[in-house]
């Protein structure tokens, strides 16, 4: 993972995401179960699925433009990557922007009605474990 502040291209440590709200945890991808229970049992997300964009992919422009523009929602995002890659621009507190380029082994948590947005790198390719909630609300609510 590699992020840093828009603006200026400065690095953002793990302890200033931290303050931001923005969790990230690298962890390896072999046997990855047990260290993704032990997440949800402590923050009780209760269910997994995984997320699959690749470049052959119908529709996958049409994918990629619900969340390629800034919005929010009302539940956490949390991501954690499997293979490829994506960026996070997502708002500091401040409502500066910060970049996120995340990949493979990546952990990221996006907080709750966090205005940000999601987008692949030119290898168009991803593979993520979400975790969430019962009947999660991730319609996203776009910025005007
Ligand atoms: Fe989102």
Not at 8 to 21: P, T, V, Y
Not at 36 to 42: A, E, N, Q
Not at 49 to 78: G, Q, R, S, W
Not at 80 to 85: A, D, Q
Request: glycine share 4%.
């Amino acid at each position: 993972m590699k992020a840093t502040w828009l603006d200026s291209g400065i690095e953002i440590l793990a302890d200033k995401l931290m303050e931001e709200g923005i969790y990230y945890q690298k962890i390896p991808t072999e046997n990855f179960q047990p260290s993704l229970d032990k997440i949800k049992k402590s923050w009780r997300y209760s269910a997994q699925d995984i997320v699959e964009l690749y470049p052959a992919m119908p529709n996958l422009d049409a994918i990629c433009a619900k969340f390629d523009k800034e919005h929010i929602h009302t539940d956490d995002e949390v991501r954690f990557v499997l293979n490829g890659e994506g960026i996070f621009d997502i708002r500091s507190k401040k409502d500066q922007w910060m970049r996120l380029l995340v990949e493979k082994g990546d952990f990221i948590l996006v907080p709750a009605n966090r205005n940000h947005l999601f987008y692949l790198t030119p290898t168009k390719t991803i593979q993520c474990v979400r975790l969430f909630k019962e009947n999660p609300s991730w319609t996203p609510i776009y910025r005007s």
